[in-house]
C-alpha cells in the first residue's frame, strides 16, 4: 500500500525559513506529479506548488513564487518544500498529494489528486 507521509512542519518567524519533506512508500509508487497544497483554518485547500516526477519541471502558486522551492529526489521518493522568507499568513496545514495522470496534476484541484498524506502544520508568527 502507497502513503505518503510529510515532516518538517513547525513555528518560525516572520522572515525565517522551514524546509517540508514528503516521503513516498511503498515499492508500487508512481507519479505523474506531485504537488504541495495548504488549507489554514476555515479557508478552503489552496495550491502551493507542483512539480512534474519525470524531468522536475515546477509551477508555483503567485503568492508563493520567488520564496518557496519545490523539488523532489526520484531515487529516494521524496519530495520537498523549501520555505523561505515566511510570511504569517502562511501559516496553514501543509498536505503533500501525487497522482499518476495528467489531467488531475494540470487541474490544480485538490478532489482530483488521489493519495494525500497526513499533513504538517506550519506557524509563523509575526
Known amino acids: 500500500q502507497v502513503q505518503l507521509v510529510e515532516s518538517g512542519g513547525g513555528l518560525a518567524q516572520a522572515g525565517g525559513s522551514l524546509r517540508l519533506s514528503c516521503a513516498a512508500s511503498?515499492?508500487?509508487?508512481?507519479?505523474?506529479?506531485m504537488a504541495w497544497f495548504r488549507q489554514a483554518p476555515g479557508k478552503e485547500r489552496e495550491f502551493v506548488a507542483r512539480i512534474l516526477w519525470s524531468d522536475g519541471s515546477t509551477y508555483y502558486a503567485d503568492s508563493v513564487k520567488g520564496r518557496f522551492t519545490i523539488s523532489r529526489d526520484k531515487a529516494q521518493k521524496t519530495m520537498h518544500l523549501q520555505m523561505n522568507s515566511l510570511k504569517p499568513e502562511d501559516t496553514a496545514i501543509y498536505y503533500c498529494?501525487?497522482?499518476?495522470?495528467?489531467?488531475?496534476?494540470?487541474?490544480?484541484?485538490?478532489?482530483?489528486?488521489?493519495?494525500w498524506g497526513q499533513g504538517t502544520q506550519v506557524t509563523v508568527s509575526s
Open positions: 511503498g515499492r508500487t509508487f508512481t507519479a505523474y506529479g
Open positions: 498529494t501525487s497522482t499518476r495522470y495528467s489531467a488531475p496534476y494540470y487541474s490544480l484541484r485538490p478532489n482530483d489528486f488521489g493519495l
